[in-house]
């Protein structure tokens, strides 16, 4: 039980998290992904819209993905919540202020955007892009990496 309760080291997540892949495609056909669920929460909220990206979006077949983000959410609450020796707070102390909520605001907007004009998230490129050899995930995961550190250490102290 000391296992569960304790942090499991980088190496075992990320062979797990590497593993989800083949077995997702082994199990499902699907890629490994998250962005596309944002995608399905629009088309199931707007069903008869303008918009040929929602209305014509697959909301029977894309379910799934809206499935697996529930099951990562109720995953890490449960593992917070009953797995953890320390629990850790949802939100840190300074993101419950005005400006914290507007920082989380605009890098909801500024990522939801990215990940679209990307054609898909971190996850998706580097996960799956990269283990099916894709030039474009590769290209796209190094420019988050950059554009992430750009924003940390230089252009979110300039405004933030």
Not at 5 to 31: D, I, M, R
Not at 121 to 132: D, K, R, V
Request: charged residues 10%; positive net charge; glycine residues 16%.
């Amino acid at each position: 039980m000391d296992f569960i309760l304790q942090p499991w080291p980088w190496w075992f997540s990320g062979v797990l998290v590497g593993l989800t892949v083949p077995l997702l495609y082994l199990l499902t056909g699907q890629g490994f992904g998250i962005s596309t669920s944002f995608q399905q929460i629009g088309a199931m909220c707007s069903p008869n819209s303008k918009l040929a990206y929602l209305r014509d979006f697959n909301k029977r077949k894309g379910m799934w993905t809206l499935m697996f983000v529930i099951g990562i959410a109720a995953g890490g609450f449960i593992a917070n919540r009953f797995l953890s020796a320390e629990r850790i707070e949802f939100f840190p102390e300074s993101y419950t202020s005005v400006g914290g909520a507007i920082r989380l605001l605009v890098g909801g907007i500024l990522i939801g955007f990215g990940t679209r004009y990307a054609g898909g998230c971190t996850s998706g490129h580097a996960i799956t892009g990269i283990a099916n050899l894709n030039w474009p995930s590769l290209v796209a995961t190094i420019f988050f990496f950059v554009g992430g550190l750009g924003v940390t250490w230089g252009l979110g102290s300039l405004i933030f």
